[in-house]
């Protein structure tokens, strides 16, 4: 797949990169003020006579990527790929991350480093993800780290509660980012609004609702490409900018929720645990069903697309023993299970009731109540 350009001796490669890789590639030769393409063959001609066995690399939704190669480079390259039994995407997957690895140093690998991806989902409506989701990005953002949260679920019960305005139908949003980036204007952190106060630093911005999302699950079943692999796509050119993102899921198992779990895998060389799905349920037996029910997808989206998807923990939310037996014995449950554990337990207290009647984030309006430490424990568990 290639085609010449004989005016600079150089040839057209046509290839794909996984989104998250290519975007490395992109902020690493920037940092170095190396070309593009003078990267991409340098790693090409370390990959050719590297003699150890090379990891496989993810490259399920992998999206187009081209650059330039000296001429006959590609030709022999792809004779490589055939000899060692990889395709030329594996393979070209594999000099890229290969010429990254051999060109950082302690100051780039900090730059660089994947952002953590927390993904708060449960099928299950009214178990507290929209708390928990706001709470832990809150409590992640206290810490110093910056911290982007990500109003998934179209009914906007996030954004009304911080008091951001839910993005209009046909404006530009995280949806315009994910099905049809042609028409995208703005950067994802130009759409993100920060949350003011001291406490947070300006290190907490806030992705809004989007309205037309409600017609998201829709727009995948039409898209051309790979669908688990959109939001990945719409959110890599703002990775660099944050630490962590949090990402307030929908209450739904469509395909919309396939692909924040997939942006949620352990990608590459990431120590395991780091990213994943953090699962708040109830003490009460449809919490049980609902959690079954996301443990299906998350297998089923594991096998599919042969990744590594870790459940971070169980965060039982809303408990009060006064419930009785039902509530206390589904705790026990719970904490019985085993794998994933149970992080942490958030009482059904007023704090944060009130926080929401009043628009504010809870750790700003109650920074020492129960439920406030409860989210910063929640962090510390999951580092």
């Given amino acids: 797949m290639s085609s010449s350009n004989s005016g600079a001796d150089r040839e057209k490669l046509t290839s794909k990169l996984p989104a998250s890789l290519r975007h490395e590639l992109k902020v690493r030769a920037a940092q170095l003020g190396v070309d593009l393409q003078d990267a991409v063959t340098d790693g090409i001609v370390s990959w050719q006579t590297y003699s150890t066995p090379l990891a496989t690399i993810d490259t399920s939704g992998a999206d187009s990527f081209g650059t330039w190669l000296p001429e006959g480079l590609y030709d022999t ?16 997957a594999q000099a ?129 490409g790979p669908r688990h692999s959109v939001l990945e796509r719409a959110l890599a ?50 919490s049980a069903k609902a959690y079954g029910m996301l443990v299906k997808q998350i297998n089923a989206l594991s096998a599919d697309y042969d990744l590594t998807l870790h459940q971070l923990g169980l965060v039982v939310n809303k408990y009060d023993s006064r419930r009785g037996f039902i509530a206390t014995s589904s705790l026990e449950k719970w904490e019985g299970l085993g794998t994933p554990r149970v992080i942490a337990v958030n009482k059904d207290l007023r704090e944060q009731r009130e926080a929401v009647r009043v628009t504010l984030p809870l750790l700003e309006y109650a920074p020492e109540s129960e439920q406030a430490h409860t989210m910063r424990k929640i962090v510390k568990e999951l580092k």
């Avoid at 390259?77 to 030329?88: E, L, M």
């Avoid at 396939?258 to 060389?269: C, E, I, S, T």
């Fill in 77 to 92: 390259f792809k004779v490589d790929c055939a000899d060692r039994g990889v395709s030329y995407i594996q393979g070209l």
């Fill in 237 to 286: 050119p703002a990775e660099a900018d944050y630490d962590v993102i949090v990402i307030d899921s929908p209450p739904s198992l469509g395909l919309a929720m396939d692909a924040a779990l997939y942006y949620g895998r352990q990608r590459g060389d990431e120590p395991e645990g780091r990213s994943g799905v953090v699962i708040p349920v109830e003490a009460e037996d449809s």
């Fill in 96 to 224: 890229v991350r290969l010429w990254l690895d051999q060109h950082a140093d302690a100051q780039t690998a900090k730059t660089v480093q994947v952002v953590r991806r927390i993904i708060v989902a449960n099928q299950k409506g009214g178990v507290g993800k929209t708390a928990l989701s706001a709470g832990i990005a809150q409590a992640f953002a206290e810490t110093g780290q910056r911290v982007l949260l990500i109003d998934y679920d179209p009914q906007g019960h996030l954004s009304h509660q911080l008091a951001i305005p839910a993005i209009d139908a046909g404006e530009e949003s995280l949806v315009t980012h994910m099905l049809d980036r042609d028409k995208a204007s703005k950067s994802i952190g130009q759409l993100a609004v920060p949350i003011e106060g001291d406490r947070f630093g300006g290190r907490l911005h806030v992705l809004p609702a989007a309205f037309d999302a409600f017609l998201l699950d829709a727009g995948l079943a039409m898209f051309r």
